[in-house]
C-alpha cells in the first residue's frame, strides 16, 4: 500500500514538473511566434532615410544581422515544433513543394550572377522555413489570436510612434531621392508606402478575424488604426483590392463547388494581369485598358513591363537565376534613356519577376504551389468542417497577396513583409486541409483528460498534447 503511494505522489511530482515546463515552453512559443513576425514587419533596418543619397536598394543593409537573425529563428522554431508537430511537418515533404524547391536550386546553380542568387536564397530559404512553422506553434486558437493581436498592435504602435516623433522618416518627403511627388504619404517604420499600405490591408483581414474569434477590443483597435494609416498611405491599389478580397470570399459561404470558387477568385487575377503587363505585350489588350476608366500606364510601370518581357525573351528555359536579375549585373550596356533600369529593384509584376529569375518552369511551378494548391487546401479544409474565421483570414491574405503580385513584386523576395505573411497564409491552408487546430487551450484538452486520464500519468500526457490534430 505505501509503495502504491510512494508512486502516485512520484508521478504526481512528475506531473507539476511536466506542467511547469510546459509553461515555460509556453512563453518561449510565444515570444517566438510574436518575434518572428516583429522580425518580417518591421525588420532590422526601420525608418529608412529615402533622403540618402548613397541609396539604392531598399532591401540591402545590416545584411549580416539579418541572416543571423533569420537563420537563429528559424532553428529555434523547427525545435519547437518538432516535439509536437512532426507530423505535420512531415506534410511539407509534398511533391509540389519540393519539385519548387528543386528548381530553385536549379536556378542558382545556373544563375548568371551565382554569388548574388547564393546568398538571396539562403536568406530566402530561412525566412520560408520561419513561415512553415510558425502556424504550429500556437496550441489553440485562443493562443494564435492572442499572438496575433500583440503583434498586429505592436507594428501600428510602432508605426505611429514614427509618425509622431520621426516624421521624417515615416512620412514621404518632397527630398527623396527616388518618387518625391509621393510627398506626404504615410510609410511608418516601412521603406515604401505602397508596403505599408499593403501591410495595413492585410492587419484589416487580422482584425476581422480576431474579433470573429471574441477579442472585439483588440480586433477593434487593429480595424480602426489600420484603417486610418491605410487612408493617409493614399493606397488606392491596395483599398481596392482589400474590398475586392472581402467580396468575393465572403460569397465562398454561398459558392460550394470547387471549380466555380476556382473561377470566381482567379478569374480576377487572369484578368489583372491581362490588363496590366498583357497591354505591352498585345495592342488589343492595350486598346481594351484605354476605355477603362484607369491610368493605362500604371503609374510608369509599362516602361518597366516591356523592358523586363524584352530581357525575359532570351532565357525563357531558366531565367537569369534566382534573384539574379534586377539590381545585379545581369543588367549592363544599357541604351541611352533606360539608365533608370540600374536601379530598379522590381518589375512591379511577381509573375514576370519569377520568370525572369527562374524562367518559365519555375512560372509553372510556382502557379501550380502558390496558386492553385492553397484554393484546393482551402476546398479541402472546407469540405472537412475545419473551415472558419480562421480558414476565412487565410484565404483573404492569400487572395490579397495573389493580387497584389500583379502590381508590386515579393514573391520569394527574402525578408520581404508581404512575402512573409503570404507565405503564412499559404502553409496555414496547407495544415488546415489536413488538420484540425483546436479551438481553446483548457477546454479543448479537459473534456479528453475527463475521460481517459485514470492516472496522473495520463494527466500528463493530455497537457502536453499537440496543437493540431489529424482531420
Same mark, same amino acid.
Given at each position: 500500500m505505501s509503495r502504491l503511494?510512494? +508512486?502516485?505522489i512520484t508521478e504526481i511530482r512528475a506531473m507539476f514538473r511536466e506542467v511547469q515546463r510546459q509553461q515555460v515552453t509556453g512563453v518561449v512559443r510565444g515570444t517566438a511566434f510574436i518575434g518572428a513576425l516583429l522580425l518580417a514587419w518591421i525588420s532590422l533596418r526601420p525608418f529608412i532615410d529615402l533622403g540618402n543619397q548613397d541609396l539604392k536598394d531598399l532591401s540591402t543593409g545590416n545584411e +549580416? @544581422?539579418?541572416? @543571423?537573425?533569420?537563420?537563429s529563428m528559424a532553428l529555434l522554431m523547427v525545435a519547437l515544433a518538432m516535439r509536437d508537430s512532426g507530423p505535420a511537418l512531415a506534410t511539407l515533404l509534398s511533391p509540389g513543394f519540393m519539385l519548387l524547391g528543386a528548381w530553385i536550386v536549379v536556378s542558382v546553380v545556373l544563375s548568371l550572377d551565382p554569388a548574388t542568387s547564393i546568398r538571396r536564397f539562403a536568406l530566402t530559404a530561412c525566412v520560408v +522555413?520561419?513561415?512553415?512553422?510558425?502556424? *504550429? *506553434?500556437?496550441k489553440s486558437q485562443s493562443e494564435l489570436v492572442r499572438w496575433l493581436s500583440t503583434a498586429a498592435l505592436l507594428l501600428l504602435a510602432i508605426c505611429y510612434l514614427g509618425i509622431l516623433l520621426a516624421p521624417n522618416l515615416s512620412i514621404h518627403l518632397a527630398t527623396d531621392v527616388q518618387e518625391p511627388h509621393l510627398a506626404g504619404d504615410w510609410r511608418g517604420s516601412f521603406g515604401h508606402k505602397n508596403v505599408a499600405a499593403a501591410m495595413m490591408a492585410m492587419l484589416l483581414f487580422l482584425g476581422i478575424y480576431i474579433i470573429k474569434s471574441g477579442a472585439r477590443g483588440a480586433g477593434g483597435a487593429i480595424i480602426a488604426l489600420a484603417s486610418l494609416f491605410l487612408l493617409n498611405a493614399e493606397g488606392k491599389s491596395s483599398i481596392s483590392l482589400f474590398l475586392t478580397v472581402l467580396a468575393l470570399t465572403s460569397l465562398t459561404s454561398v459558392v460550394r463547388s470547387f471549380w466555380l470558387r476556382a473561377v470566381m477568385l482567379l478569374a480576377p487575377l487572369l484578368l489583372l494581369n491581362l490588363l496590366s503587363v498583357g497591354t505591352v505585350m498585345s495592342e488589343s489588350l492595350a486598346d481594351i485598358a484605354r476605355l477603362l476608366p484607369i491610368d493605362t500606364s500604371f503609374t510608369g510601370r509599362t516602361d518597366i513591363w516591356t523592358f523586363a518581357i524584352q530581357a525575359l525573351q532570351s532565357r525563357l528555359p531558366t531565367g537569369y537565376g534566382f534573384s539574379a536579375f534586377w539590381g545585379s549585373s545581369s543588367i549592363q550596356d544599357l541604351p541611352q534613356g533606360m539608365e533608370w533600369a540600374e536601379y530598379a529593384s522590381h518589375s512591379h509584376n511577381g509573375y514576370l519577376d519569377t520568370a525572369l529569375a527562374m524562367g518559365l518552369p519555375?512560372?509553372? *511551378?510556382l502557379i501550380a504551389v502558390l496558386v492553385i494548391a492553397p484554393l484546393r487546401n482551402f476546398h479541402a479544409a472546407d469540405r472537412g468542417c475545419n473551415g472558419g474565421p480562421l480558414a476565412m483570414l487565410l484565404l483573404q491574405l492569400w487572395l490579397f497577396g495573389l493580387y497584389l503580385s500583379s502590381m508590386e513584386s515579393f514573391f520569394l523576395d527574402r525578408a520581404d513583409p508581404i512575402w512573409f505573411t503570404f507565405l503564412i497564409a499559404v502553409f496555414g491552408l496547407h495544415y488546415l486541409a489536413r488538420f484540425r487546430m483546436k479551438d481553446s487551450g483548457a477546454a479543448a484538452i479537459a473534456p479528453l483528460a475527463r475521460r481517459r486520464a485514470t492516472s496522473p500519468r495520463n494527466r500528463m500526457a493530455a497537457v502536453s498534447s499537440p496543437p493540431l490534430v489529424p482531420m
Open positions: 503511494v510512494i +508512486t502516485e +549580416t @544581422l539579418t541572416y @543571423l537573425a533569420f537563420g +522555413t520561419v513561415a512553415a512553422v510558425m502556424m *504550429l *506553434l500556437p519555375g512560372l509553372a *511551378l
